[in-house]
């Protein structure tokens, strides 16, 4: 949901259809609803719903068509352009929608996204998406949402969506407990589980339990980035776009640099997995080994 023009089936063509930001403003405006069936981790069907954001589409959600729309949500992902003009209208809809969710879909989760940060100037952004939390945790009254400042252009799109699909996933968890394990079986660092087509972070070894915490850093001895997991879902979709154009089908990565070692490789038909080592004993044969027996297991 959001205004027209806010992004919303931007991100989506990026995320979902592995489209380069470059190509988003060829899109003409969504018409009504387009609906979406994503096969996410082979099993799990996404039911992704992009609203049309014209005043007319709206109108029509929030009355004739609002039990259609607001029933069965799992999670509502509300779209905001940081820049809008037109932000007492647009909180005007939100309010709406979110009563239409709590008549319809009472335990749906709330995300919210400060659209095209890259808009604001770097130096200012903190400042502004702050601003915008408060003015959006205001709006929403008693519902907790999560907020997030986004844009297409940086990994900032992939923190957000890794979070919403995070909440969408049974046993995100129990994937947690099981990295752990697999983790300390390598002596790694840190492992981390990538959707195959999407390629957002589903489950990290990171030793944090609540799920506000995801994806926030481990306690470990390395410095670690705190952006490290979107950059990488960034980085990686990068590639895999430049192989395509090569016509060539990305498999796997290695990398042995003087502080550490990554192997990222197929964990099973749907994931992949990355590895990081800090220990310069362990070679990359065996992170690759281990990662091969511990295919079974995780399928
Ligand atoms: P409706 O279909 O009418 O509801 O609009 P929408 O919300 O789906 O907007 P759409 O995705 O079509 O994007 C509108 C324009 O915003 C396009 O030209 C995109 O290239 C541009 N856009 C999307 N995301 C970003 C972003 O993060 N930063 C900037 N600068 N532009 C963006």
Known sequence: MGASGSGKTSMRSMIFSNNPASLTSRLGATIDVEQNHVRFLGDLILNLWDCGGQDAFMDSYLSTQRSVIFSHVGVMIYVFDVESREMEKDLEYYRDCLDGLSQFSKDANVFLLVHKIDLVRDTERNAVVQRKVAELEKASGETPVKVFGTSIYDESLYKAWSNI??????NARNLSKHLRIFAEACSATEVILFERTTFLVIATSSRTDSSDAFPSGPVVLHALDPKR??????????????????????RSLEMELAEFTAVLDEMTKNTYVLVVVHDPVIETAAIKMNICMARKKFE
Do not use: G, H, M, W
């Open 165 to 170: 699909v995070n909440t969408l996933i049974p």
């Open 229 to 250: 997991y979107e950059r990488t879902s960034e980085l990686i979709k990068a590639f895999k776009q430049s192989c395509s154009r090569l016509r060539e089908e990305f």
